[in-house]
Structures are given as structure tokens and as C-alpha cells.
């Protein structure tokens, strides 16, 4: 398998559960159609790039061009006009052709054009590259992907309800899964409900963690998102540097919610095994969370409050003194006590009820 070509990308504003970066490539909308056409078709290689070959069941069709004048008379009969994403590209198609495929369009096209000159349908946002595959994918059954726009695709395919569409992006995913993709692909699984996505990618982090870790992606997503990977015992990471990711995610958090980092990291702390660390270990993080608070204090109300404002001692860590100080696990605690994967040996491990499994 050869290496991928580098993408050449810029930012743009996307969806409301993740950021991306895309590189976008107006195209219009009305590829030619394939006769005799019966099941969508996966038009990329095996490495996930586009491939030089369309498949077809019955014949193979060469890709279609804008000088093409079946397209120019197409297009020249448009009725719906669509003004799509952040860039507001227009985009022409035909009203019965999407009500006919798409219950989406149905409901949001109406019964009837309105009389006149009719006024653009505004989709702001969902980018262009991902509305044009989705229209490519009405007209034809078949729909090609790229890597770097497949997750947009996917995203408006479930919230279009096109299966077939979600189906083909699902399993090209699968096959382009990399370090860059997979906490991207992690997120959209989460926020949709994508079982088997969600198991795939989080397999993939966990074979792959300290690279995945310093992702971008890993930064953008979620407390939801994140929580199944901080109770995995199969990361292969230390602990000590799972903490420094978790502070890194919740800075990043902080900043674009524009709320304190203790208050961001409040629900994925508990998942963090302090327990693990050396007592050196252990100090040094009391320290640093008297500075730079990361873990909460419960207090009886079960609000969360920062050591820097009430001085007080943090439970998480307590119970982690309480280990030390025992030398041995907390059974009722299990999981703050049980190795990871990745974890390093320390010393008082050999104290722990509770080893990697």
C-alpha cells in the first residue's frame, strides 16, 4: 500500500459537534446516469483515494465533464437553486427528482414551487463537497468519496436518512482509518449512534493511543466521546501521560466554552487512575491542581469547586494517598486501581488487588 498524497487544506466553519478541515473542490451536481443501475457502488481504491476505474454491475462509465452537453441542457432546466455552506456556493437541481429520493427534500422543498422566480434554498451548514456527493449519490446510486470530506458526507446522511448513502460511507471509513481520522470518526459515531463506528475507532486508539493522543481530533472532542476511551483498559498509554492529555483536552475546552478548566474536566476526571502513579507521581499533580485546577473538590452539594478557591484537599486524590498508604486497591473503586495496557511498572503496583487483565 502506497503512501497517501498530502491534502491541501482550509479552515472552514462545520457542523455544531466538530471542527474540521477541508479542502474543497466545487463540483456541480448532476453526473451523468448509469443504466441499469440496481445497487449503489463504492467509487474509490483500496487505499480510500478516488479511484482511475468507475465501478458499474453492467458496464464501466467514464466520469462526466462539464463540457458534457447532456449536463448543459441538465442544468439548464434546473427548478431548485441551493445556496450551500459557508462559502454560499450555489448549486441547481430538480425538485421532483430529490422529493422522489429523499424524504428530506420532500418535506423541505414542499408540495409545489412558489410562483415566480423562486428563492434560493440557503443550507449553510453543511459544506459544498459533502452536499454535492449526497445530490451525486440521488441522481446516480452511486457516490464518490474522498477521506478528507467523507465524515461530512456521513453526517448528512444520517441527518438526511439516506441508509444506503450512511451504509457506503460507513464502510469506506473503516477502510481509511488513521491516526489524523479516527477521533474525528469517534465523534460523529458518538453524536449519531454509530455502534459499530464507535468500536472500531475506539479499537483503533486503543492499538494506536499515544500517536492518536497529540491529534487535533483528540483535542475537539467531546466529554461523551471522550469517557469511553478513559475507561478502556486496553490503551496503550501510561497514565501519566493519559493525565497530561486530559489537561490538554480541558484547556482546549475552557477556551471555546469560556468556562474554567476544573468545571470542563469535571466528567472525564473520575476516569483517570491516580492510584497508578509513583507517590513522587502523585505529589507533583496535587501541586500542579493547586495551580492549575483539574480536578474538582465535591463538596456535600455535590458542586464542583476548584483548590485554588477553597484550599481543601481533592477526594480523587485522597483516595489515591489512601492506596499508597494501604498498599493495596480499593475494591469498591476497582477500576482507579487497574492497569492499563500501556501502563509502566511502579513499584507499589505489586500492592494493587486489581492487575491488568
Not at 195 to 216: D, N
Request: glycine content about 6%.
Amino acid at each position: 500500500m502506497g503512501e497517501r498524497p498530502e491534502i491541501q487544506r482550509q479552515k472552514v466553519t462545520c457542523p455544531r459537534y466538530y471542527r474540521m478541515e477541508l479542502g474543497l473542490q466545487p463540483r456541480l451536481a448532476c453526473p451523468r446516469p448509469l443504466a441499469g443501475r440496481t445497487k449503489p457502488c463504492l467509487l474509490y481504491d483500496k487505499q480510500g483515494n478516488k479511484g482511475p476505474e468507475w465501478a458499474n454491475a453492467k458496464c464501466r462509465v467514464a466520469p462526466w465533464t462539464l463540457a458534457s452537453p447532456w449536463l448543459s441542457a441538465l442544468l439548464s432546466h434546473s427548478d431548485v437553486r441551493f445556496v450551500v455552506g459557508q462559502e454560499r456556493q450555489e448549486v441547481f437541481a430538480h425538485r421532483c427528482l430529490l422529493a422522489c429520493r429523499c424524504n428530506f427534500f420532500q418535506r423541505l422543498l414542499g408540495p409545489e414551487p412558489s410562483p415566480g422566480v423562486p428563492s434560493p434554498v440557503v443550507l449553510s451548514t453543511v459544506p459544498a463537497e459533502a452536499f454535492l456527493a449526497v445530490l451525486e449519490f440521488l441522481y446516480t446510486n452511486t457516490v464518490k468519496l474522498h477521506r478528507h470530506s467523507v465524515l461530512e458526507v456521513l453526517t448528512a446522511a444520517v441527518e438526511y436518512g439516506l441508509e444506503e448513502l450512511r451504509e457506503i460511507c460507513l464502510e469506506f471509513v473503516v477502510k481509511v482509518l488513521d491516526v489524523e481520522l479516527v477521533c474525528e470518526a469517534l465523534q460523529v459515531a458518538v453524536t449519531f449512534g454509530l455502534g459499530p463506528l464507535q468500536e472500531r475507532c475506539i479499537a483503533f486508539i486503543e492499538a494506536h493511543s499515544q500517536e492518536a493522543l497529540r491529534t487535533r481530533g483528540f483535542l475537539e472532542l467531546s466529554a461523551s466521546a471522550l469517557l469511553p476511551l478513559l475507561r478502556s483498559d486496553k490503551l496503550c498509554v501510561d497514565e501519566a501521560d493519559l493525565i497530561l492529555a486530559a489537561r490538554s483536552w480541558a484547556r482546549v475546552g475552557a477556551a471555546v466554552l469560556e468556562r474554567p478548566v476544573a468545571e470542563v474536566a469535571a466528567p472525564i476526571v473520575r476516569e483517570l487512575r491516580l492510584a497508578l502513579l509513583a507517590p513522587a507521581e502523585l505529589s507533583a499533580l496535587e501541586e500542579q491542581n493547586r495551580r492549575e485546577p483539574l480536578i474538582p473538590v465535591r463538596t456535600r452539594g455535590s458542586k464542583l469547586r476548584s483548590t485554588q478557591q477553597h484550599g481543601g484537599k481533592v477526594e480523587q486524590i485522597v483516595e489515591a494517598w489512601k492506596c499508597h498508604a494501604m498498599r493495596r486497591g480499593n475494591a469498591a473503586r476497582g477500576a482507579s486501581c487497574r492497569r492499563r495496557r500501556g501502563t509502566l511498572p511502579r513499584d507499589h503496583h505489586r500492592f494493587l488487588d486489581l492487575p491488568f487483565k
